[in-house]
């Protein structure tokens, strides 16, 4: 069994940082790659970044520039260091496997950006 845990989530001002963290309990072998999504109030969850086991990232076009997603295999963590956050990017942010694992849904974190 699975169970992905997120952390990290504030309220922050318009400029400001947050490091998201995402605890995976369980195996995760064969699992290549990990994923941050996210679901703005009444909007669709969405993808913004992903890593491969190897370390190869991908990022949503609105984040690029602004995030970083790494990983630390020892810990079973993944992270998403989010800089320049824009009211835009408020939302529950979740982790999941890439494709995403409907019984890995997690409880999310919720990130703020308000003035």
């Known amino acids: 069994q699975v169970q992905l845990v997120e952390s990290g989530g504030d309220l922050v001002q318009p400029g400001g940082s947050l490091r998201l963290s995402c605890a995976v309990v369980g195996s995760i072998r064969g699992i290549n790659a990990m994923g941050w999504y996210r679901q703005a109030p009444g909007k669709q969850r969405d993808m913004v970044a992903h890593i491969t086991s190897g370390g190869a990232t991908n990022y949503a076009s609105s984040v690029k520039g602004r995030f970083t997603i790494s990983r630390d295999n020892a810990k079973n963590t993944v992270y998403l260091q989010m800089n320049s956050l824009k009211p835009e990017d408020t939302a529950v942010y979740y982790c999941?496997?890439?494709?995403?694992?409907?019984?890995?849904w997690g409880q999310g974190t919720q990130v703020t950006v308000s003035s």
């Open positions: 999941n496997t890439i494709p995403f694992v409907r019984g890995f």
